[in-house]
């Protein structure tokens, strides 16, 4: 049994799609997954099951969730063996010792399109700054990520792919709840 953590897009944040996490840990139960556990209310799920295919977990949780709470809500799902990696070859904390309170995660639904990506310009963005490595961008944000252009919808109309964004405290919580299991 592998352990997963299931990342939502766009739940609890500004007063919509207001989804509980008890109740999403409940789906979660519902659908066979063991050892369900949920962090802050972003919609962070980690959960433990047989299913090795990301594609299917994906989308076995969203049409859950369209079917239970009626809202179509975009799902990215990794496997916790992933998620230290991630952190550990963050390319502004590895080589350009930047302050970890100000970078984050994005995390694709796929891989970007190479010609998507080539009409992207990295510098028009300064003082924030990206890096994309396959499916997640690394993203540094001077300002705070409340502040930036680089958000979710950013990449996702530029990339046409989902995304959803995590903090470097976030990431390291996830990994110490999989670290239990």
């Given at each position: 049994?592998?352990?997963?953590?299931?990342?939502?897009?766009?739940?609890?944040?500004?007063?919509?799609?207001?989804?509980?996490m008890s109740d999403l840990k409940q789906m979660c139960q519902s659908l066979g997954y063991k050892?369900?556990?949920?962090?802050?209310?972003?919609?962070?799920?980690?959960?433990?099951?047989?299913?090795?295919?990301?594609?299917?977990?994906?989308?076995?949780?969203?049409?859950?969730?369209?079917?239970?709470?009626?809202?179509?809500?975009?799902?990215?799902?990794?496997?916790?063996?992933?998620?230290?990696?991630?952190?550990?070859?963050?390319?502004?904390?590895?080589?350009?010792?930047?302050?970890?309170?100000?970078?984050?995660?994005?995390?694709?639904?796929?891989?970007?399109?190479?010609?998507?990506?080539?009409?992207?310009?990295?510098?028009?963005?300064?003082?924030?700054?990206?890096?994309?490595?396959?499916?997640?961008?690394?993203?540094?944000?001077?300002?705070?990520?409340?502040?930036?252009?680089?958000?979710?919808?950013?990449?996702?109309?530029?990339?046409?792919?989902?995304?959803?964004?995590?903090?470097?405290?976030?990431?390291?919580?996830?990994?110490?709840?999989?670290?239990?299991?």
């Amino acid at each position: 049994m592998k352990t997963y953590i299931s990342m939502l897009r766009g739940i609890n944040v500004s007063g919509k799609n207001i989804l509980k996490m008890s109740d999403l840990k409940q789906m979660c139960q519902s659908l066979g997954y063991k050892n369900v556990s949920t962090y802050i209310q972003s919609g962070n799920i980690i959960f433990q099951t047989d299913e090795c295919s990301l594609n299917i977990l994906e989308t076995t949780i969203s049409k859950e969730i369209l079917k239970i709470f009626f809202m179509n809500v975009p799902v990215i799902v990794i496997e916790k063996s992933m998620l230290k990696p991630i952190l550990e070859q963050n390319p502004f904390l590895k080589k350009r010792n930047k302050d970890a309170e100000k970078l984050y995660i994005c995390f694709l639904s796929n891989l970007p399109d190479n010609q998507l990506l080539k009409k992207i310009e990295p510098t028009s963005y300064l003082p924030d700054e990206y890096i994309i490595a396959e499916k997640m961008i690394y993203i540094f944000c001077q300002n705070g990520y409340g502040n930036t252009k680089l958000n979710n919808n950013f990449f996702e109309n530029k990339l046409k792919l989902n995304a959803t964004t995590r903090n470097l405290k976030t990431l390291t919580e996830l990994i110490k709840i999989c670290d239990t299991f």
